[in-house]
């Protein structure tokens, strides 16, 4: 059984790239006749809107992408990262690093140094890589393999803030929601070899992966909430929808006056290994007029 996901951060709606791989995800999960769920990974609530959530789900909706069961929120499965931490403790370290002096492969640091958490210095916890490759056949970008300590090293799982880290929600979570494929951003891939350490280590079996081309502007720059990406109109799915396949080197069916009977075709005609294997894909040119609301 596939069992494929969306899980947006609710930082603000979803601009256009989001709105790629939210398609993507849900195309390769309904062409596999598979299930495709939506979580909502509000972990970090500084950088959060309370409208957030909402307003994803309002603009899925308008575009056709209808979830399976149940929305899981991450901030309901607290103790569920806190299980996995003890879990894994025999594989973990405090480590009382600032941020600023770790180079981007964290040397070891604290490995040895036996800091306790009953202090009054906060340190954060972070996994024991072992020296180690590992490596996914990803079904866009092809195989992938890292060494991990050489190319990854140890890194954070819960933060010094007591804020559990991305990648082990993520891992935590798709477990538990028995999902098979995750059909991501390519911005991600630098995340699966840490996501992957944390499966090995808690004997759990991973998913397979697709990384999609992350959409850029002009610049080269990710479409993001912080670069002032602009949210995705729902007023006018269609040419949206289309641009979105062409970009994914999907067929556009003529003749579909309807966002369902356009996705019906989408799904049957999904082909993953059509997608383009460079990194990026323009944002497209008008579609700013498209897409403002
Ligand atoms: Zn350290």
């Given amino acids: ?37 939506l979580r909502i990974e509000d972990l970090d609530p500084p950088r959060e809107s309370s409208e957030a959530p909402v307003e994803i789900m309002r603009q899925l909706q308008a575009y056709g992408l209808h979830w399976d069961g149940e929305v899981l929120y991450q901030s309901t499965r607290l103790s569920a990262y ?13 480590c009382n690093c600032s941020r600023k002096s770790t180079p981007s492969v964290y040397p070891g640091t604290c490995r040895e140094k036996q800091l306790s958490e009953n202090t009054d ?14 490596a996914i056949h990803d079904l866009v970008c092809g195989h992938q393999k890292w060494n991990l300590e050489q190319e990854v090293g140890d890194f954070i799982i819960r933060r010094k803030d007591y804020l559990f880290a991305y990648q082990l929600a993520v891992v935590v979570d798709d477990i538990f929601q028995e999902v098979t494929h995750v059909v991501r951003g390519r911005d991600l891939l630098d995340s699966t070899p840490r ?34 990406a602009r949210p995705v109109s729902t007023s006018a799915p269609m040419p949206v929808l289309r641009t979105i396949l062409r970009q ?19 799904i049957q005609n999904w082909d993953i290994k059509a997608i383009t294997k460079s990194t990026e894909l323009p944002e497209p040119a008008g579609i700013h007029g498209a897409v403002q609301t």
Avoid at 3 to 25: I, K, M, N, Q
Avoid at 259 to 265: F, N, P, Q, R
């Fill in 1 to 37: 059984m596939y069992v494929g996901r969306f899980a947006p951060s609710p930082t603000g709606p979803l601009h256009y790239g989001s709105l790629v791989a939210a398609v993507a995800s849900y195309l390769d999960a309904r062409h596999n006749n598979g299930l495709w769920l």
């Fill in 195 to 228: 996501q992957l350490a944390i499966y090995q280590t808690l004997g759990c079996q991973a998913p397979t992966y697709a990384h999609l081309p992350v959409v850029v502007d002009d610049q080269h720059v990710k479409l993001s909430k912080q670069a002032h």
């Fill in 248 to 266: 994914l080197g999907q067929s556009t069916p003529a003749g579909v006056d309807s966002v369902s009977g356009l996705l019906d075709e989408a």
């Fill in 82 to 94: 806190q299980d996995a931490l003890a879990s894994l403790q025999e594989s973990t370290f405090f």
């Fill in 121 to 134: 210095e906060p340190v954060a916890v972070r996994l024991r890589v072992p020296d180690k490759t590992v």
